[in-house]
């Protein structure tokens, strides 16, 4: 892996070879975040944007040269990556915008953006010859590792809130995972298998701990820069938990920079529920991230709990160094904004994907947005992850079945009683 200069801690600036650190620098307990620094002259001698026009393969692993793999390295039979990005006039036109793209990453394998990740874990953990690849997770991690791991046959370890939605540990069992349901919270899973893996020698793939998890999310920015031809857009809207995503997304956006594909950066827009919104109080009142303490986590979206972001380092700087913004939204706004989404682009988010969405929509209202700024809003999750918020926010927007006797006359009634003809 001669692309990879090394890893440079994101507190004291240490740079550490690639061979001689696991996961942190030593130096910060937790905290101490590595990233991963490549050789771009060597890189661009391995890829360009005219061999991406030709290439064939429709997944992260089109971005090979940039990702941080071996050349050779075997990677995993499932398709990932490649989302569709879709352009959304009517709710653009709602919002006065001209130019909105929803990119749904509810479609991956798993049915979530951690797909991106993981697959860059299990890639890393055989390159190692990890016997087990364990993390905690709120539940989409969890599953993408399970669902990846099964297509290899890779043993994994999986610890997640009791509370998590049934569907995502549905997912843990059906892929034959080991897992383990906490009693407590997503920060408690987490501290938990930090201490299990350290304990046991197994592979890590904790988010906001493990350095290689953003450069697996990093490909959701390539691809939607790529898919506009190289031409960035002006804003990109993300829901934020633990910040690996937003994180990952400020990556692919340097890289490209530094390639020369893209001639400027979008402002990233980061979306946190009220109950969970750590990063939007620490980027609001300037607050020191290495000691500001913990916030509950509460909210409907249960994949942006985190009451201390693991990745928070990576998160603030994709903000401020983008002029991007944090914005905070109410669960009610969450759950509002499954239906709207789903009716106006036909793209069906888990509470988590529909809140970038929800962002957005106060962004508009709060004139943080042009009417004629291009617009991305990323879906992260899949709707059928989590039926039960599903099942409030339509009643929430009026929605009812209609429980009718298997007659022509009874149809007529209804049909008649509810005016849609
Ligand atoms: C994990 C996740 C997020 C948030 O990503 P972070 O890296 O934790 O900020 C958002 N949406 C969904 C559906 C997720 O699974
Ligand atoms: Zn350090």
């Not at 650190?21 to 002259?41: K, Q, R, S, T, W």
């Not at 940039?66 to 039979?77: F, I, K, R, S, T």
């Not at 197994?202 to 999310?217: I, L």
């Not at 999750?381 to 429980?403: C, F, Q, W, Y």
Request: glycine letters at 8%; hydrophobic letters at 40%.
């Amino acid at each position: 892996m001669d692309h990879i200069l090394h890893l440079k801690c994101l507190i004291c600036g240490k740079e550490y070879a690639p061979d001689s650190i696991e996961y942190i620098c030593p130096d910060h307990h937790n905290d101490g975040i590595l990233d991963v620094c490549y050789d771009f002259d060597l890189i661009k001698t391995r890829i360009s944007r005219e061999i991406l026009a030709a290439s064939k393969d429709y997944s992260i692993w089109r971005y090979k040269p940039l990702l941080p793999v071996a050349p050779d390295a075997e990677v995993p039979p499932l398709a990932i990556g490649w989302t569709p990005l879709y352009k959304a006039p009517r709710l653009a036109e709602n919002l006065q915008l001209k130019h909105l793209w929803v990119k749904d990453d509810g479609r991956l394998p798993t049915g979530s953006f951690k797909d991106r990740a993981s697959a860059v874990a299990v890639v890393k953990a055989q390159e190692k010859g990890a016997k087990i690849i364990t993390t905690a997770s709120t539940g989409n991690a969890a599953a993408a590792l399970s669902g990846i791991c099964a297509s290899v046959g890779q043993p994994n370890v999986i610890f997640v809130p009791e509370s998590a939605p049934p569907a995502k540990i549905a997912q843990l069992l059906v892929y034959n995972s080991t897992v383990m349901l906490i009693k407590g919270t997503y920060d408690d899973a987490f501290e938990l298998c930090l201490e299990a893996a350290a304990e046991y020698g197994w592979y890590n793939r904790n988010t906001g701990y493990n350095p290689y998890m953003t450069e697996g999310k990093k490909t959701a920015a390539y691809e939607i820069c790529e898919q506009l031809n190289w031409h960035a857009p002006d804003a990109i809207f993300v829901s934020v938990g633990d910040g690996c995503i937003i994180g990952g997304l400020h990556k692919g956006l340097k890289d490209l920079l530094e390639l020369g594909w893209i001639d400027h950066i979008p402002r990233l827009i980061g979306v946190q529920a009220q109950g969970s919104n750590y990063m939007f109080e620490a980027w609001k009142n300037n607050e020191d991230i290495l000691t500001k303490a913990p916030v509950s986590g509460l909210t409907v979206a249960d994949s942006i709990s985190a009451g201390l972001p693991r990745d928070r380092i990576k998160a603030l700087a994709a903000v401020s160094e983008t002029n991007g913004a944090y914005i905070c939204i109410s669960d009610d706004e969450i759950l509002t904004a499954i239906p709207t989404l789903a009716r106006g682009i036909g793209v069906f988010a888990e509470p988590a994907g529909a809140a970038a969405y929800a962002g957005l929509v106060k962004a508009v209202a709060d004139g943080l947005v042009q009417a004629d700024e291009r617009i991305v809003v990323l879906n992260t999750g899949n709707g059928l992850k989590d039926i039960k918020n599903t099942m409030t926010s339509v009643e929430m927007a009026g929605s009812r079945p209609h429980h009718i006797e298997p007659n022509l006359d009874t149809l007529k009634r209804t049909i008649q009683e509810i005016r849609i003809l």
